[in-house]
């Protein structure tokens, strides 16, 4: 009999993004302060590569920050990001 088969590969990131915090206000510092710089960073980066999908750029800085290079497979083409 002719059946095929048909294979979909889908993924399911989730991640818990931590709120930007203004520096001054974080009070924190050393080691802490380093990793409220770390997020704050990181989330611009991950607004810069959203805004260059929506305006359909020709170059999306995925490789600005760890979280977009991360999730580069997950952020453009036909993925959903809700």
Not at 21 to 35: H, I, N, R, T, Y
């Amino acid at each position: 009999s002719g059946t095929t088969s048909q294979m979909n590969d889908a993924h399911l990131y989730l991640v818990d993004l931590a709120a930007s915090v203004p520096v001054q206000k974080s009070d924190v510092a050393g080691k802490e302060l380093k990793e409220v710089q770390h997020i704050n960073t990181s989330l611009s980066a991950l607004g810069d590569v959203m805004e260059a999908l929506d305006r359909k750029a020709s170059h999306v800085p995925y490789h600005a920050s760890k979280l977009t290079h991360m999730l580069k497979g997950c952020l453009g083409g036909n993925s959903r990001t809700m």
